[in-house]
Every structure is written in structure tokens, then in C-alpha cells.
């Protein structure tokens, strides 16, 4: 096993350490796989993510392990990937990673990143997105062709209101449509305007969608207007991700939206695509519309339902609203695995009420701590007699990714 090898790319040189190393073990993908898959597709992949700056999501130890989120870019990196300093309301900044060609595509996966994840800005104006994303987000229990007809309602909306909408996979359970937007809008704006679109849908397709916040009262496919938030990022067109298929972000065209399935499109079938078709997103950046419509709408309709603070973190802050649903809180895990574990020890527990669930009533939300993602899971008793409830015990795992953290997130709230 080579412990590395030098690429030159474009006329940069890498040094790519420890190349053999299986990043997929189901679909036998290694890190060099990795990288030449990025290559075949680059002009594609860089359509998504140049100019921008880039959160590092690192799989060091492969899939198999959670991801690091690194913020800031390596102070030992190459002359030629360059950084943007990116500030947030915590008070904290941020030099995160800038890539606009090749080899910075490899440069990142050398580092672990399986999928990558830029900001909808370019590193010239941090202040006004380029890029509004819809991200429809299923529920429990949701097929996939409801999640198409959403995609189709949701291009719709954007169509109805001057922009042009971009289909794409999300690589994971849901689906991305994004429109180019001319930059001339804060976040605020831009979150407004994908908020108004969320609503519209539900308002047009009620039995499909929901625009709602909170979990527990979401039926069907979430449209997802929160990651038009300042400090959020989306895996970009091309991204593969963290799935044991090695499933890929696969830009589509329209009219293979109502037919297309997810797992068809893996870092073994997307480079024959992409080498036989183009990227069916190669126009998208002749094609910036406004928010105009959407921000009149947005006063048409009225305020919509805020989160109150802490809500994003989980906490039982003052003033925090009670859900109108019986929830009860079994646990909170540092893993996804340790999750699913905590949630069958509820069920052994409570084998009755556990029967009486459906797939929606298992919330298992991944939760945004400082450096990575942790896991919240509740239950949500409505379909349990009231008599038959189980109570709100002492939590089976009771993880806290902040307790040996005192940054600026933490001190904030």
C-alpha cells in the first residue's frame, strides 16, 4: 500500500497521502477513487462550489466514523487554495477554504471531505447570496415519488415568481432545487424569500408539504427554508456522500425528475453519465433572477411561525415554547448508532407503546454542536392512549458536546 503519490493537476502539484485508503468498504470506493471520480466531473463539481467559501466536512476515519466540521482552513495548505474570512453573530470568525479549480477539488478530498459543502455566497461579497436553495426534507414514512411531485410544485413556485430552478439528488433521503439569484439581498432577504416559497408549496400541495418548524407537526416532505441561514451549507452538486452505495448530488434535468431514482446515480455510474450528457446545470449562472415577487408575497401572507432562541441547540431555554404534541425525550448521543441503540432500549422497555408508533413519531434529530454532529431522539406519544403513555424518564444517554466547550457558540447562549 502506497503511503502516497504525487498528482500534478492542472499544473499544481499534490502530494496525496495514504491513496488505498477505503473511504467506502461496502462499495470498495478508496481515497484515489475518490479524487478521480472528482476529476471526471470537475468543471461540473466546480460550478457548485468555486469562489466559494467552504466548510471542510472530514472523514478521517472513513464513513464509518461521524465527521469533523472544520470551519477554518489548515494554516499548512497550498498557495493556491485560498481563504475567505467569514464572521458570525456568535462573535466568532472564520478563515474557511476557498477552491476555483482541480486540483483544490483534490486537495479537499486528500483532507477526508467526502462531500463538500461551500456557502451560498462568493468570497468577493460575503454579505449577499448568489444561490437560494430549497431543500425538501421527508418525513418518516415518506415514498419517493412524493417527493418528486414536491420537487415538481416547488419548480413551479420558483418559475411563478422569475427565477429558473435547478433539479439536483440530494445523494441522501430528500431532494435540492436551487435558483440563481442576482446578489443584491442580505441572508435575512433571501431566507424570507425560500420561507415564502416553503409556504406556497404547502399552500398549493397541503397533502404533500409542510413549511412548519417544529418536527413533531410536520407531515409529509419539509420543505426546508432554514438552509438559507447565514452559517449553513448544503453538499453542492457532485458531491458524493456519506452513504455505503458511495451516492452522488446528481444535477438532473426536468424531465427526468418524474422518473429518476436516487440510487442510480453513485461514483461508479455518474462519470458515464456525466461524460455522455454534460451537466445539466451548465447554463445556470446565465440565469439570475430577483426576489421581488417572493418578498411581496412574504407581506401578502404575513409573519410565519418563529423559533425561539436556544431552539437550534436543544435546550430547555426560558421562555422556550411547549409543543402542543406529547413528547417525551429518551435521549441524546454523541453517534447516530448510538441512537438507534437508545431508541430500541426504549422499546424493550415499553414494548406496548412502542407498538403503536408510527414511523413519524420517532424524532432522531442531528444537532449542530461545535465541531461536529450529535443526536437528540424524542417520541411523540399521539398515537398512544393518554393512559398508556409512557412517562418522561431519566434520559438512557445523556451526551453533551458542550461540556468541555467554552467558545463564543456556548458563552452566546
Known amino acids: 500500500m502506497a503511503s502516497s503519490l504525487s498528482m500534478d493537476i492542472g499544473g499544481r502539484s499534490l502530494r496525496v497521502t495514504n491513496p488505498d485508503k477505503v473511504v467506502f468498504p461496502d462499495a470498495g470506493v478508496t481515497k484515489m477513487a475518490l479524487i478521480e471520480y472528482y476529476l471526471s466531473v470537475a468543471d461540473g463539481a466546480l460550478r457548485g462550489v468555486a469562489g466559494r467559501p467552504m466548510v471542510l466536512k472530514r472523514f478521517v476515519k472513513g464513513i464509518s466514523e461521524e465527521a469533523v466540521f472544520q470551519k477554518r482552513a489548515p494554516e499548512k495548505r497550498p498557495e493556491w487554495i485560498d481563504v475567505a474570512e467569514l464572521k458570525y453573530a456568535s462573535g466568532t470568525s472564520a478563515k474557511e477554504a476557498v477552491i476555483d479549480d482541480a486540483a483544490g477539488l483534490a486537495w479537499a478530498v486528500n483532507l477526508g471531505c467526502v462531500d463538500l459543502n461551500p456557502h451560498p455566497v462568493r468570497a468577493h461579497d460575503l454579505e449577499h447570496p448568489d444561490e437560494l436553495r430549497v431543500d425538501l426534507d421527508p418525513m418518516p414514512g415518506v415514498e419517493w415519488g412524493q417527493i418528486v411531485d414536491v420537487a415538481l410544485v416547488a419548480r413551479d413556485v ?39 416559497i416553503a409556504r406556497e408549496v404547502e399552500r398549493r400541495a397541503p397533502d404533500l408539504a409542510t413549511s412548519r418548524w417544529w418536527k413533531e407537526e410536520r407531515e409529509g416532505v419539509f420543505v426546508d427554508f432554514n438552509q438559507n441561514a447565514k452559517d449553513r451549507t ?19 434535468r426536468w ?11 453513485t461514483v461508479s455510474t455518474v462519470p458515464g453519465r456525466y461524460a455522455d450528457i454534460g451537466d445539466p446545470w451548465q447554463g445556470m449562472d446565465d440565469a439570475p433572477g430577483g426576489l421581488e415577487g417572493l418578498l411581496a408575497l412574504a407581506r401578502e401572507l404575513g409573519p410565519a411561525e418563529k423559533a425561539p432562541k436556544g431552539s437550534r441547540r436543544g435546550d430547555d431555554s426560558p421562555g422556550q415554547r411547549v409543543s402542543s404534541k406529547p413528547l417525551i425525550e429518551i435521549a441524546r448521543t454523541k453517534t447516530k448508532g448510538e441512537a438507534t441503540a437508545a431508541l430500541q432500549t426504549w422499546k424493550a422497555k415499553y414494548p406496548a407503546a412502542a407498538e403503536r408508533l408510527e414511523p413519524i413519531d420517532v424524532l432522531v434529530d442531528g444537532m449542530r454542536g461545535p465541531s461536529s454532529i450529535w443526536y437528540r431522539v424524542r417520541i411523540n406519544l399521539q398515537h398512544v392512549p393518554e393512559d398508556e403513555r409512557p412517562p418522561q424518564d431519566q434520559l438512557i444517554a445523556d451526551y453533551s458536546p458542550w461540556e468541555r466547550y467554552s467558545g463564543a457558540q456556548w458563552r452566546r447562549s
Not at 439528488?169 to 424569500?193: C, D, M
Not at 458531491?239 to 451516492?247: E, G, H, T, Y
Not at 424531465?255 to 446515480?265: G, I, L, M
Open 158 to 196: 420558483l418559475t411563478d415568481y422569475g427565477l429558473t430552478a435547478w433539479p439536483k439528488t440530494s445523494g441522501s433521503k430528500g431532494f435540492h432545487v436551487y435558483a440563481r439569484i442576482e446578489p443584491n439581498w442580505p441572508y435575512r432577504q433571501v431566507r424570507l424569500a425560500a420561507e415564502t
Open 234 to 252: 448544503v453538499a453542492s452538486a457532485y458531491s458524493v456522500r456519506s452513504r455505503p452505495d458511495a451516492r452522488v448530488s446528481t444535477p438532473l
Open 255 to 265: 424531465d427526468e425528475v418524474p422518473t429518476c431514482r436516487p440510487e442510480a446515480f
